[in-house]
């Protein structure tokens, strides 16, 4: 109860976003570069190779530690932006254009896409040692890049989250392609009770139709920091409407779902 209203995807969307896996965002100035190189270079790449983490047949072990960690990761540049900009708001005396409750809305999905991967894997002492470790090396990065040029900051998690579209779908190719490790592992494995209720999935939905949930969540992340990337600081987030749109289907789906019990009940 009071957390943040997180997007109800229909079956159309989540085959639309599906489709959009591949859509990459170009880098053409110098920040955007730096952004790209700091991502692919020295994060996403030595991570793979941490994590044993292969394109080919990923092993389910190399993607229950890769998931940890990045969600852990995922969920700190939005909250270091929102409490940014929430300060700068008391500080200058001025409002915030509406940026603030999308930045919150993501550290909130992310921080829910790691408890829902809780529920299905344990975190080991490595694993666990690497989230305390990111985090420590991360934040004050952020924080720092995002008083100077917060632009940058928001590239570089649209370009955090295009490799996250990219593992994700991936995983949901191999878990749904007969032979592979992942079908044999986790095809029939059913989706956690934290799944259904966070995204209003039905009693016999599956861990994979969870991973695709979790996959076009990471795609909206996707198009939002590049959008706020290419706008001014103070013009007004044109997501607003979007959270209104949410918690109003949201309230439907309770609603109808409370309707068809009673209707069973009687």
Request: proline content about 5%; some cysteine.
């Amino acid at each position: 109860m009071g957390r943040q209203q997180n997007h109800i995807w229909s079956k159309s969307e989540l085959e639309k976003a599906l489709a959009t896996s591949h859509d990459h965002h170009t880098p053409i100035t110098l920040p955007d570069k730096l952004a790209y190189g700091v991502m692919y270079y020295g994060l996403y790449h030595p991570f793979n190779f941490i994590t044993g983490y292969t394109k080919i047949d990923p092993s389910p072990r190399a993607i229950e530690w890769r998931l940890i960690v990045l969600e852990s990761f995922a969920g700190v540049p939005g909250f270091v932006a929102a409490g940014f900009r929430h300060f700068r708001s008391l500080r200058s005396l001025q409002r915030d254009h509406g940026w603030i409750h999308t930045l919150l809305e993501e550290a909130e999905n992310e921080r829910m896409h790691l408890l829902v991967c809780l529920t299905m894997f344990q975190a080991g002492p490595i694993t666990r040692l690497m989230v305390v470790g990111a985090q420590f090396a991360m934040t004050p990065f952020l924080f720092l890049t995002y008083i100077i040029y917060p632009k940058a900051v928001h590239r570089f998690v649209g370009y955090l989250e295009q490799t996250a579209c990219t593992t994700y779908k991936n995983i949901i190719d191999h878990i749904e392609t007969p032979g592979t490790r992942l079908h044999e592992a986790w095809a029939n494995l059913p989706a956690p009770e934290m799944a259904k209720g966070y995204w209003k999935l039905s009693d016999d939905a599956k861990w994979v139709d969870t991973l695709k949930c979790i996959y076009a969540d990471e795609t909206h992340h996707r198009d939002v920091n590049h959008t706020f990337a290419d706008m001014k600081t103070d013009d007004p987030n044109p997501f607003v409407t979007m959270h209104r749109e949410d918690a109003i289907r949201a309230w439907k789906i309770k609603n109808d779902s409370a309707a068809s019990s009673s209707g069973v009940a009687n």
